[in-house]
């Protein structure tokens, strides 16, 4: 528990408004490390220290950066602050209380992979955070870390934000893509993906705001440092979304791998309500429900992976034994349909069908077959569908019941 | 060939195409993955996940659409592995499961793709018990096209043909999960011209023709193989009918013309075959007023009307006029006749002589497609050939082909970037002397002294320049600059460009009419014989009089408007076949009142038949075999479809027994008892379509070969074009042009599509603002000849300085308008 925070060291120290704030408390130094190595050791950073995605799919950001580095430009990069996944809120915080930390990582990325211009896609619901950015890209600008020549590289890069109007589905990286060009966000086909055929038709590197931020503390204490916490095959700090039946919710930054008992009882006070714990939901509403027998499971990518389970964006839900589970599923199978974008069928229909199926049990109308129906709808939409939405629709519907949780 | 690869599915090697798609691969081996979404016309998208197999991957197998998968050397798939078929079943279920099974009245019922899937790859028995949700059944997204959102599965396939084919993304998916459907944007409206085929790709009964809709089973109804006469480039269909009568027309896929399209008015525009207003039986004027008569009787009056006039003024007295519209075989009969039994040479249509056109029509469509450059000058493809319009927008869009275009009005190719000009009428032999000189500059040579004095902008420069660098332009003029006053020196002044750019032999011309190609073919033209060959040529004349039996006059006739306008004079009788001289400008009622006799053959009582002697009740195209030419030179068989209505005859049938009539003693060359074997006489009176027969035109026709007829272009001066004089009040010049949705009358007789045709005026915003007009205010449009009123359209399409009337508007044709600068006339305007 003598874990110093790294990426959240700033939060309620700086002021977000003061640019002069931030540098004095380590600000920008960097992106000056950066340009001192260049780009293609800057992206050799990032790969040696084996950080994967923090936005939910858990891909090795190295891979991508190197792919968009090596690509002929004009070519993108995307900082992904949609964060619509229910129960996370880290990204926001983030925004909103150290917003140049992640205009650094940008104009970071940017220099490393070659590209001019970089977006920012804030979800719709986060006006405070958007206000924070804007004025941040302004001030940037003034100071010279945005346009031409930043840090006297000769690079010239541009920065702008965009902001989403409320669906989970633009998220998702190629539906992002797509409502940036000024469309409806529809998820893209993959093959070809981003770091190919991204933004505009260009080789784009999306990241989520969580793992551009912690590429910079990676640049300036080097990929050592970053292996040299949490689990050698999933390293590195990790902010986890603490919220539900806890005495103390919030913000919580830890080394990866810290276990759910450990989450619930050192950082958030214990399980409040009933005081006893009966599960939490681990990545959000596409995530998995964890029992009582699981709290010793260590919350990284891997531990997570290994039990069909996935730490996704890292947020954590906890119930305590008061609560009606059925209609915790109801809540998430309503969201899925809601949220469905309606391009493909087995997501537009497979999540309308669970919902219904799942709400006449609740009305009491439960009927012998459901749970196999409920199963068969669940490995239509996982097989089936187009992109994660409908892939992971199903999983933590099922795996409450898998724990006989209702 | 290194482009075959080696794949595997289920453990089988089969050769494939590198990059081809899984599901086109698969099928070559005789494995039909099922698919909805995916159509060979239309960008992959993957998105009903229907055609899931498994992939060999670096991560072991996994699911992939096989409509989106480029399969190379080596790839391994499994199409029948359980995990494959699940996810398939799985998906048709979910669909299945939500649509509504009105099978027993949808008009896809036994052409549907979802029917089909589901016998093969269904479950069997679905196990939801969910309500299946509610949608809206009956929703018009316009007057031809109808949606049942229940029925719709979300293939995109009518949102992607609009945008990819059409460039015009009229309609989009709406809300969303299992609330989507399709709409169109809010405040807009689809009126795409080739709308229509969306109802063709609809792999379910979403979409239906309205105005075919619920008036058969697709089963009950015969196929015949047919093509659309509505315009030029002949594109193929299929009429399907019952009982004889025609129910709907699809698309036809040939490759050569249209792929798998046709325009609305191809589609939709039929009413006019089973409209009320059809002539049934033979007229003929007793007591000043026209009566039914008998067959016999009417033969009997035309030939003794005709023979009358001969007797008494002479064979040169006669004239005849046919029509672009009609088949070869009807044109081919009208013009034997006149040749051989009558002994004249008047003989015309309205596009015939007067057209300074390039005989040929264009270098070939499949050109449009393959163009690098697109060079369009006085024609408007999107109103009158959208098909090949959207051929061209696609080499636009898609082979980045720049498109210049020379045109009165801002016509919408404009919207493709390339340079755009929009010469006043009068100044066009300017603009292309400019571009002519650019030419000859830009390629280094000599540039000669009549051209010294032409002023070369940047734009003029740019045009010139692409065009001489270009490796495969599609080059083609249109109607708007080669007919009426001043075409012979602007054909001139844009064939010099052409021929200075060194594209000489690609300049090629849009013909508008269906048969505008074949009619000159067959030789309805007073100066020329069938095949081009020129009236004094001796040695043709020798080998047509052998083949017709008779001797043909060698004095060249009168043309059309000649013929008409000698009605006051030498002219005692006409023979109109499927024309409406009246139709086009009243006053020539007056000319056509003062003949002796008058035989009219239409499918109408036209304004012309009206004053007829004799009327003759012609089936229509659709009613009779006939081949047609294209704007390629394709020659095409429609094949006789429908019964013809009442006592209606095929032109060629009428034509025939009046000739065997009119000489008995000529009879044996009058001996073709069907319009095949009138075509086999066409393919020895025609060079060009030597070798051909009725049976080798098959389902694609044969196109004759451009160089099958040589045409010499040379750079030269020409005669000055002095434009109509602008003095007050005639301060606006009148231009006109075709639109798709006239109100002609073959156009106008289809009620549901009666309220798309725009009649209007169309001015530019400023002249209207000068004028203190608005939209919709009734206008005068005035000549020194006569007057118009019409609703007035204000359109930033229009120049400055002109006003847009169009052809073939119901009550209001622009021809009343014509002085002797004919369609390039001045004009008052003002608010009527
Ligand atoms: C339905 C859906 C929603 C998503 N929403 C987010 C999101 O809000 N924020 C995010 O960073 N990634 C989201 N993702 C993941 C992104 O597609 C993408 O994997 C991520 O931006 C990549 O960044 P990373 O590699 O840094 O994690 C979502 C994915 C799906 C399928
Ligand atoms: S899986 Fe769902 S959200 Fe994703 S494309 Fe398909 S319908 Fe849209
Ligand atoms: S209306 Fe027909 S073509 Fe259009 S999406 Fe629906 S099923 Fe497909
Ligand atoms: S483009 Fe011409 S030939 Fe083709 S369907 Fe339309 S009108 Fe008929
Ligand atoms: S046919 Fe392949 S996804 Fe629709």
Not at chain 1, 123 to 128: A, D, F, K, T, V
């Amino acid at each position: 528990m003598n874990y110093e925070p790294v990426l959240t060291a700033r939060i309620g120290v700086v002021d977000p408004a003061c640019l002069h704030d931030y540098e004095a408390h380590g600000g920008f130094q960097a992106l000056a490390r950066a340009v001192e190595l260049g780009p293609d050791r800057t992206v050799a950073q990032v790969e040696a220290a084996k950080l994967l995605g923090r936005g939910g799919a858990a891909f090795p950001a190295g891979i991508k950066w190197r792919a968009v580095h090596n690509a002929e430009g004009p070519k993108f990069v995307v900082a992904n602050a949609d964060e619509s996944e229910p129960g996370t809120f880290k990204d926001r915080i983030l925004m909103e209380k150290d917003p140049y930390a992640l205009i650094e990582a940008v104009i970071l990325a940017g220099y490393a992979t070659g590209a001019g211009k970089g977006f920012i896609y804030v979800r719709g619901e986060y006006p405070r955070a958007y206000q924070r950015l804007r004025q941040a890209v302004a001030r940037c600008y003034e100071a010279g870390y945005l346009g031409k020549d930043i840090l006297g590289s000769g690079h010239e890069f541009h920065l702008e934000l965009r902001r989403g109007a409320g669906a989970y589905i633009c998220g998702e990286e190629t539906a992002l893509f797509e409502s940036i060009e000024g469309k409806r966000g529809y998820p893209r086909l993959k093959p070809p993906f981003p770091t190919e055929a991204g933004l505009f038709g260009r080789p784009t590197l999306i990241n989520n705001v969580e793992s551009l931020v912690s590429v910079l503390p990676i640049v300036l204490r080097g990929p050592d440092w970053f292996n040299s916490i949490g689990p050698a095959n999933s390293p590195g700090p990790k902010l986890y979304s603490l919220s539900g039946r806890v005495r103390k919710p919030g913000l919580v930054e830890a080394p990866m791998g810290v276990t759910l008992r450990e989450l619930i009882e050192a950082h958030g006070g214990g399980v409040s309500g009933s005081g006893e714990f009966q599960a939490a939901l681990v990545g959000g509403a596409a995530g998995t429900f964890l029992g009582p027998d699981q709290l010793d499971t260590p919350l990284d990518f891997h531990s997570l992976a290994k039990m069909g389970a996935a730490l996704g964006s890292g947020a954590v839900i906890v119930f305590d034994t008061s609560v009606d589970m059925m209609q915790v599923l109801e809540r998430i199978a309503a969201f899925f349909a809601h949220e469905s974008c309606g391009k493909c069928y087995p997501c537009q229909l497979g999540t309308m069908r669970q919902r219904d199926i799942i709400q006449r049990m609740v009305a009491g109308q439960g009927r012998p077959g459901d749970l196999q129906l409920l199963r068969d709808i669940g490995q239509t939409m996982r097989d089936a569908s187009i992109c994660g939405l409908g892939q992971t629709a199903s999983s933590a519907i099922l795996s409450a019941f898998e724990l006989q949780l209702t | 060939m290194s482009d075959w690869i080696t794949i595997t599915i289920d453990g089988k090697e089969i050769q494939a195409r590198r990059g081809e798609l899984l599901t086109e691969a698969a099928a070559r081996a005789g494995i039909h993955i099922p698919v909805f979404c995916s159509h060979p016309k239309l960008d992959p998208l993957g998105a009903c996940r229907m055609c899931l197999v498994e992939m060999e991957g670096r991560r072991g197998k996994m699911l992939v659409t096989a409509c989106t998968t480029p399969v190379n050397d080596g790839m391994v798939f499994y199409y029948n592995s359980e995990r494959a078929r699940d996810a398939r079943q799985g998906t048709l279920e979910v669909i299945l499961a939500n649509h509504p099974l009105d099978c027993p009245i949808c008009d896809k019922g036994g052409e549907c793709d979802l029917q089909d899937q589901a016998m093969e790859h269904g479950p069997g028995k679905s196990h939801y018990w969910e309500p299946k949700r509610h949608k809206e059944k009956n929703y018009p997204l316009s007057d031809l096209i109808v949606l049942d959102q229940e029925r719709c599965i979300l293939c995109w396939r009518c949102i992607r043909y609009l945008d990819e084919w059409e460039d015009k993304p009229q309609l989009g998916l709406f809300h969303r999960g299992s609330d989507s459907v399709i709409d169109k944007f809010p405040g807009t409206e689809l009126d795409a011209y080739t709308s229509g085929n969306i109802i063709d790709l609809c792999p379910v009964g979403a979409l239906t023709n309205r105005l075919a809709r619920f008036q058969f089973r697709p089963w009950v109804l015969e196929h015949t193989n047919s093509i659309c006469t509505h315009c030029g480039m002949g594109c193929n269909l299929r009429i399907d009918t019952r009982d004889f009568r025609v129910r709907r027309n699809v698309a036809r896929e040939n490759m050569a013309v249209n792929d798998a399209w046709i325009c609305d008015k191809g589609r939709f525009a039929n009413g006019f075959l089973f409209s009320e207003k059809r002539l049934t039986q033979p007229l003929a004027r007793i007591d000043g007023e026209l009566q039914p008569i008998s067959w016999p009787e009417a033969i009997q009056r035309v030939v003794e009307g005709l023979k009358g006039v001969v007797e008494k003024e002479g064979p040169g007295a006669v004239g005849g006029i046919g029509s672009a519209k009609l088949s070869n075989e009807a044109n081919y009969l009208l013009g034997k006749f006149m040749r051989a039994l009558v002994g004249t040479n008047n003989i015309d249509f309205r596009e015939g002589s007067a057209l300074k056109a390039e005989r040929r029509g264009v270098t070939s469509l499949q050109d449009a497609r393959d163009a690098d450059l697109i060079v369009i000058m006085g024609a408007d493809p999107s109103e009158e050939m959208p098909v090949l319009a959207n051929f061209l927008k696609r080499a636009a869009r898609r082979r980045n082909a720049p498109v210049i275009v020379i045109h009165p009005r801002r016509i919408e190719l404009t919207k493709y970037p390339g340079v755009h000009f929009h010469p006043l009428p009068g100044d066009e032999p300017a603009l292309f002397d400019a571009l002519t000189k650019a030419a000859l500059q830009a390629r280094g040579q000599a540039v000669p002294n009549w051209l010294a004095d032409a002023e070369v902008s940047d734009e003029v420069k740019e045009a010139a320049t692409l065009l001489v660098n270009a490796q495969n332009p599609f080059i083609i003029y249109g109607t708007d600059y080669a007919w009426g006053y001043g075409s012979a020196s602007i054909v001139q002044a844009l064939t010099n460009w052409i021929v200075a750019s060194g594209h000489g032999d690609r300049l090629g011309f849009l013909h508008s009419q269906a048969n505008a190609v074949g009619a000159a073919d067959v030789g309805l033209l007073p100066d020329m014989l069938p095949g081009h060959q020129r009236l004094a040529d001796e040695l043709a004349r020798m080998e047509l009089e052998k083949l017709w039996g008779s001797k043909i006059p060698t004095q060249p006739g009168l043309g059309y408007s000649g013929m008409i306008a000698s009605a006051l004079g030498r002219i005692k009788a006409l023979y109109i076949m499927g024309a409406d001289p009246v139709g086009e400008k009243s006053s020539y009622a007056e000319k056509l009142e003062a003949l002796d006799f008058l035989v009219v053959q239409d499918l109408f009582l036209t304004e012309t038949a009206k004053l007829a002697d004799v009327v003759l009740p012609a089936a229509s195209y659709v009613e009779s075999n006939g081949t047609f030419t294209n704007t390629e030179r394709r020659v095409q068989a429609a094949a006789q479809a429908a019964r013809a209505v009442g006592d209606s005859l095929p032109d060629w049938a009428i034509l025939m027994h009046i000739a065997r009539r009119y000489a008995p003693d000529q009879a044996d060359f009058w001996r073709t008892s069907s319009a095949p074997a009138v075509f086999a006489e066409i393919t020895r009176a025609v060079p060009q379509y030597a070798g051909m027969s009725w049976e080798s035109l098959g389902e694609r026709g044969q196109p004759w070969a451009w160089d099958a007829l040589e045409v010499t272009r040379e750079l030269a001066p020409y005669a000055k074009l002095e434009p109509a004089p602008l003095e007050k009040p005639f301060t606006f010049r009148l231009i006109t042009g075709n639109l798709l949705w006239d109100e002609g009358n073959t156009f106008a007789a289809t009620e549901r599509m009666a309220n798309l045709g725009h009649k209007a005026a169309w001015l530019h915003p400023d002249d209207a603002a000068g004028l203190d007009l608005r939209e919709g205010d009734l206008i005068a449009v005035r000549s020194r000849e006569a007057s118009l009123e019409l609703p007035l359209h204000i359109s930033s399409r229009i120049q400055p300085g002109t006003v847009f009337v169009p052809f073939s508007l119901k009550d209001a044709p622009v021809g009343e308008l014509f002085d002797e600068f004919g369609p390039r006339t001045t004009v008052a305007v003002y608010r009527a």
